[in-house]
């Protein structure tokens, strides 16, 4: 046949086989272009991711360079590592009419900032800045930046806030502090402080509470859990990595967590 090869028959037979009996993502693959349909194909496992990335492109209209960026930054995996113990109104679960948009992330990847060894935080901050668009993609296009070093004026001092967003489907303002370091208790404190501030002199009647992220180098689950233990503010302390996780390992660790999931359910 004209205009076909060897390798675009594979592919038309292999979608086939993927989808002719999956009702929920059949119809989905038709609101995608081609091209879309055979990176996914191409470049994921279970029907799950999937049906992940077919929904990301749906609802986000990634361009072919996007998509590839986000698969192979292992978003999905992130995505679902991600349980949202902080803030559990932040946590989407499959289903929902939002997934996969509001959740924020434990793991952001910022490889894009191409940062060298040694860096400041006013460094880390001008260079989200400089890759705005992609820092977007990466915490989600729902965000819309406001504006760094965000003042807020409470007594006669004033306060800056590192990074201000808006979040369109949480209706809230989203503060971001930037740490290069190992997350420190303090921080909530500080957040707290903020987003009081936020509520208190930003806020508007038809929006929701305003939301933290602490965006640190790195983090102790624990120390993390004790910190948070007694702070009622919708706050979430989320890590980076300046450098693309190994798929096979988040992987690995996703298939860990479910199968310690599957075990307890089998045992109730």
Not at 24 to 48: C, K
Not at 185 to 210: C, G, H, T, V, W
Request: charged share 30%; hydrophobic share 35%; aromatic share 12%.
């Amino acid at each position: 046949m004209r205009g076909f090869n060897r390798a675009g028959i594979y592919r038309m037979k292999q979608f086939y086989e993927t989808y002719k009996d999956n009702e929920i993502v059949a119809p989905m693959v038709r609101q995608i272009s081609w091209t879309h349909n055979v990176m996914i194909l191409g470049a994921t496992n279970s029907i799950e991711e999937k049906e992940f990335y077919i929904k990301m492109c749906i609802k986000n209209n990634y361009s072919k360079r996007e998509l590839d960026r986000q698969i192979s930054s292992g978003y999905f995996h992130r995505y679902m590592l991600s349980d949202g113990k902080a803030n559990q109104s932040l946590s989407k679960t499959v289903g929902e009419e939002d997934y996969p948009n509001t959740k924020l992330l434990d793991t952001y990847s910022l490889e894009f900032l191409d940062l060298p060894n040694q860096y400041s935080e006013k460094d880390l901050k001008k260079a989200i800045i400089s890759n705005m668009k992609d820092f977007i993609l990466e915490i989600g296009k729902d965000f819309t930046y406001v504006g760094k070093e965000y003042r807020v004026q409470v007594g006669n001092e004033d306060f800056y806030i590192d990074l201000l967003f808006y979040n369109r489907t949480l209706s809230c303002l989203v503060a971001f502090e930037l740490k290069i370091g190992k997350f420190k208790p303090e921080y909530i404190s500080k957040m707290d402080f903020y987003l009081e501030a936020l509520d208190r002199q930003e806020r508007k009647e038809n929006e929701n509470p305003s939301v933290g992220v602490i965006l640190c180098a790195s983090k102790d689950e624990q120390v993390v859990e004790y910190a948070m233990s007694r702070s009622m503010s919708p706050t979430m302390v989320s890590q980076y990595t300046l450098k693309l996780i190994d798929k096979k390992l988040l992987e690995e660790k996703l298939k860990e967590i479910n199968d310690i999931v599957e075990e307890n359910n089998n045992k109730e």
